[in-house]
T-cell receptor
Framework: NAGVTQTPKFRVLKTGQSMTLLCAQD?????MYWYRQDPGMGLRLIHYSVGEGTTAKGEVPDGYNVSRLKKQNFLLGLESAAPSQTSVYFC????????????FGDGTRLSIL | RKEVEQDPGPFNVPEGATVAFNCTYSNSASQSFFWYRQDCRKEPKLLMS???SGNEDGRFTAQLNRASQYISLLIRDSKLSDSATYLCVVIPNTGGFKTIFGAGTRLFVKA
């Protein structure tokens, strides 16, 4: 009964380092999303995907890249981490957009020093 | 004006109280609505969908007012475990991906 699984749960990086966050879902959902959540800002969409092999930019895409090579996985990459990217990152998935709720992973807490 | 607005609160209520939150949206073409609950340092979890005719799930009642462009969440007989942040979600039917999460309303239920 995994649902949406994110790895890692916590990470500390130095400015300029790179890393990849992995999101995996076992619900056969077409749509997948990456959000960041900062205090007082609510959830902001970074990138999303409407199916295997497709990706699109969200509200705050700069500094991030994504890939959806397999339907069940959605990867978020930080090529050169900056302190402004310190945040909690949530992955979510859904069958579609309209009338389809999103199901979230339990988050990755990322600190950039 | 923000596309989706919520009173950030916090709402401080005693156990057993009834509390209501509103969420206003600016796009009249909005089609789908949800309420999520988020506990401190946890992921958002779906609480309930919001249907045009209003819907109820136990102590929770959700309503939609299209004329005034807001959705509401009513919690009756509040429990300590209801303490959380409540996020509204609005999805306009305007083409392209446009799901919008509100910033949330914090609720504290006290003994």
């Amino acid at each position: 009964n995994a649902g949406v699984t994110q790895t890692p749960k916590f990470r500390v990086l130095k400015t300029g380092q790179s890393m990849t966050l992995l999101c995996a879902q076992d619900m056969n959902h077409e749509y997948m999303y990456w959000y960041r959540q900062d205090p007082g800002m609510g959830l902001r969409l970074i990138h999303y995907s409407v199916g295997e092999g497709t990706t699109a930019k969200g509200e705050v895409p700069d500094g991030y890249n994504v890939s959806r090579l397999k339907k069940q996985n959605f990867l978020l990459g930080l090529e050169s981490a900056a302190p402004s990217q310190t945040s909690v990152y949530f992955c979510a998935s859904s069958y579609g957009e309209f009338n389809q709720p999103q199901h979230f992973g339990d988050g990755t807490r990322l600190s950039i020093l | 004006r923000k596309e989706v607005e919520q009173d950030p609160g916090p709402f401080n209520v005693p156990e057993g109280a009834t509390v209501a939150f509103n969420c206003t949206y600016s796009n009249s073409a909005s089609q789908s609505f949800f309420w999520y609950r988020q506990d401190c340092r946890k992921e958002p979890k779906l609480l309930m969908s919001v249907y045009s005719s209003g819907n109820e799930d136990g102590r929770f009642t959700a309503q939609l007012n299209r004329a005034s462009q807001y959705i509401s969440l009513l919690i009756r007989d509040s429990k300590l475990s209801d303490s959380a942040t409540y996020l509204c979600v609005v999805i306009p039917n305007t083409g392209g991906f446009k799901t919008i999460f509100g910033a949330g309303t914090r609720l504290f239920v006290k003994a």
